[in-house]
C-alpha cells in the first residue's frame, strides 16, 4: 500500500490476498479472466477491493461474483457484483474510495455503523473505503451473511399468488405478461 504505516495492511492481510488469488484459480476460466481485470495490483483501490472479495467469499463460499456494467466511464473493466439467492452487493472504485453497495442495506440491521453512505435511499446502503481505513472483517462478514439471509429468506423469494379474475362471465388469467380468457357456461366463485 502507498503512505499508509499505521498497520491498516498487516502481513495477514497480505496472505489473505494472496489466498484470494488461489480461490480465484478454483473457478471456471471465464470467470477468471473476468476476475484478473478487476484485480489488477496497481494501488490500493484494488488491494483493498481483493480484501473486500476474500471477506464476502469467507462469509459466503457460495457467493457468486460476475463482472458487470462494462462502460467507458470505468474503463470497461465492469464492475464486481456478488449474488446469492439476488444480488448481495458491488464493488466500485473510485478516485479516493472503495464502495461497497448493499442491495438491500436498507432492511438490514447494522448495530455497528459499518453504513457510511447511500442513506438518501429506502433500498440501498453503502460502506466507503478509504485509502487507509481498516475493515472491521468480523463485522462485515456478519452484514454479509445477513445479507445473504435476507435474499434466502422466503419472506424475500415468496410472491402473493394470482388470483383469476371473473368478469361477465368470462374468466381472465394473466400467464407470462398474456392473459387468457375464457367463456364460461354458468358463473363460479373463486372465493
Known amino acids: 500500500m502507498s503512505d499508509c504505516n499505521n498497520g491498516s495492511m498487516t502481513d495477514s492481510a497480505e496472505s489473505s490476498q494472496k489466498k484470494a488469488t488461489t480461490l480465484m484459480k478454483k473457478t471456471t476460466s ?16 484494488a488491494e483493498m477491493l481483493a480484501r473486500i472479495r476474500m471477506l ?7 457467493v457468486i461474483e460476475q463482472v458487470k456494467w ?12 456478488w449474488s446469492h439467492g439476488g444480488i448481495i452487493c ?3 472504485t473510485y478516485k479516493n474510495a472503495v464502495k461497497m453497495t448493499f442491495a438491500k442495506g436498507a432492511s438490514l440491521e447494522d448495530p455497528l455503523g459499518l453504513f457510511s453512505s447511500s442513506f438518501e ?3 440501498r446502503r453503502a460502506i466507503d473505503f478509504h485509502e487507509c481505513d481498516t475493515i472491521d472483517e468480523k ?3 456478519a452484514l454479509i451473511r445477513a445479507a445473504v439471509a435476507l435474499n434466502t429468506s422466503v419472506k424475500a423469494t415468496a410472491r402473493p399468488p394470482k ?3 371473473v368478469e361477465g362471465g368470462a374468466l381472465r388469467i394473466r400467464l ?4 387468457l380468457k375464457m367463456s364460461l357456461p354458468r358463473p363460479i366463485d373463486l372465493k
Do not use: C
Request: aromatic share 2%; no cysteine; hydrophobic share 25%.
Open 163 to 165: 388470483q383469476p379474475k
Open 56 to 62: 464476502i467469499q469467507q462469509a459466503d463460499p457460495e
Open 90 to 92: 458491488t464493488g466500485e
Open 70 to 81: 462494462r462502460k467507458p466511464s470505468n474503463a470497461m473493466a465492469g464492475v464486481p457484483v
Open 139 to 141: 463485522a462485515l462478514k
Open 30 to 45: 471465464s470467470s477468471i479472466e473476468e476476475k484478473a481485470e478487476i484485480q489488477k495490483p496497481s494501488d490500493w483501490r
Open 121 to 123: 435511499g429506502s433500498t
Open 176 to 179: 407470462n405478461r398474456r392473459e
